[in-house]
DNA sequence: ATTCTACCCTGCAAGC
DNA sequence: TGCTTGCAGGGTAGAA
């Protein structure tokens, strides 16, 4: 499900919940995710205070400020992951797996049915964790550039679309709106990324930026199941071009839409307006 | 160093 | 009405 504008969607959503609020109590009912979720995990945040809030990537950050322990909590919702602010008494749903309660009744659900998510505890050294250390540059940031891409992508036979996909390069392009810009760039998803002159990735950048930038004001993508933190779709679904649109017609001139499987992963692309080169 | 393959898990739709 | 197959927004580990 959720890519970078599906992930700061929950965050924006959750945030004026939770902050600066105490946890009161912490319930796991299913532990494993993608990695077990730890077994001292309510000895670490009950009685902790949330005093920040981000995302890095597709993964959610939460500072929880307590006596038993300060740091990091880390959240990723994987392919079919939502969190939601609920009241208390909200009934208990199939792959609701994780309560975090506040003092004042207020209530974070973690609900994943394919549980291949991960909520882990990384103290208060964050960005030395295996996970987030070898990150490239967030999308939106002045890091993530032409230049930077084009240096990066030098000597690469990887397709495009799985390199720009890859979280080393950068962060938060899943394979929604890696489909999406690269139409946009006019760029073959199959391309060798060793291939692609600057100035082509000069659009693809800023097309990537405005793209991402869109889904989050329309409050992300929702396919099949995804909400925000209070529980609303996304409508970004009806401004895609191409994602699923397999055999309708290009939108800029008509040609029929492609689809061929990169990596696995279900890639649609106008054999026109995208040519190999 | 880069690239490829298998795998984690459930739910749903399509085909037989 | 089943049963089987394939596919789905993610990403890692380990092999090649």
């Not at 609020?21 to 979720?37: E, S």
């Not at 209530?107 to 295996?130: A, I, M, N």
């Not at 890696?178 to 998803?189: C, D, R, S, T």
């Not at 060798?192 to 693809?204: N, R, T």
């Amino acid at each position: 499900m959720p890519e970078l504008p599906e992930v700061e969607t929950t965050k924006n959503g959750i945030a004026p919940h939770i902050q600066h609020k105490t946890i009161h109590r912490v319930t796991v009912r299913q532990p494993q995710l993608r990695w077990p979720i730890p077994s001292n995990l309510s000895i670490l945040l009950e009685g902790s205070v949330v005093t920040d809030i981000q995302r890095r990537a597709k993964y959610l950050l939460l500072h929880c400020d307590g006596e038993s322990a300060t740091g990091w909590l880390m959240i990723h919702l994987g392919m079919s992951g939502n969190l939601r602010v609920v009241q208390p008494e909200a009934d208990i749903q199939k792959h609701d797996h994780v309560d975090i309660a506040f003092a004042d009744g207020t209530t974070l659900r973690y609900q994943d049915p394919r549980r291949f998510g991960c909520v882990l505890w990384l103290g208060e050294d964050k960005d030395s964790h295996k996970l987030l250390a070898k990150l490239g540059p967030e999308p939106l940031s002045d890091d993530f550039n032409a230049d930077y891409l084009y240096g990066k992508a030098k000597g690469r036979k990887v397709a495009v679309k799985q390199f720009v996909m890859n979280q080393e390069v950068v962060t938060g392009i899943g394979n929604i709106y890696a489909n999406e810009a690269l139409f946009k760039a006019g760029i073959h998803p199959q391309q060798p990324a060793g291939d692609v002159p600057l100035g082509q990735y000069s659009v693809f950048v800023t097309a990537a930026k405005s793209t991402l930038a869109k889904a989050i004001e329309q409050g992300g993508t929702t396919l099949k199941d995804f909400v925000g933190g209070d529980g609303k779709p996304g409508y970004f679904q009806q401004s895609l071009l191409v994602y699923g649109r397999d055999g309708q017609p290009c939108t800029q001139c008509g040609t029929e839409l492609t689809l061929i499987r990169l990596n696995g992963r279900a890639s649609v692309y106008c054999p026109s307006c995208q040519p190999l080169r």
